[in-house]
């Protein structure tokens, strides 16, 4: 049974930080693309950032320069590195692992942004 369990969301004030984690179970990892999504209430789903099996990553424009995403294999586990956040990013984040055929979410964690 495939499981993508995130954690690390919550409250933060505007300017601040966040590391969002995503670990897999049931999946070989390294053979997956591993992708952060966000949907905030009112709208859709939207890329927020993705990171090949080889290790390229692409970024929403909304988050270019202040997300980081990278990932350990060894651990089966995603990160995103949220800097700078301002509260235009709060929304549930899903972690999404893709292989061909194959796209799976997990459950969301949520990141308010508010003072």
């Known amino acids: 049974q495939v499981q993508l369990v995130e954690s690390g969301g919550g409250l933060v004030q505007p300017g601040g930080s966040l590391r969002l984690s995503c670990t897999a179970s049931?999946?070989?990892?390294?053979?997956?693309?591993m992708g952060w999504y966000r949907q905030a209430p009112g709208k859709q789903r939207e890329l927020v950032a993705t990171?090949?099996?080889?290790?390229?990553?692409t970024y929403g424009d909304s988050v270019k320069g202040r997300f980081i995403i990278s990932r350990i294999n060894a651990k089966n586990t995603v990160y995103l590195q949220m800097n700078s956040l301002n509260p235009e990013d709060t929304a549930v984040y899903y972690c999404n692992a893709a292989y061909p055929v194959r796209s799976y979410w997990g459950q969301g964690t949520q990141v308010t942004v508010s003072s």
């Open positions: 990171i090949i099996s080889g290790g390229t990553t």
């Open positions: 049931g999946i070989i990892f390294n053979l997956y693309n």
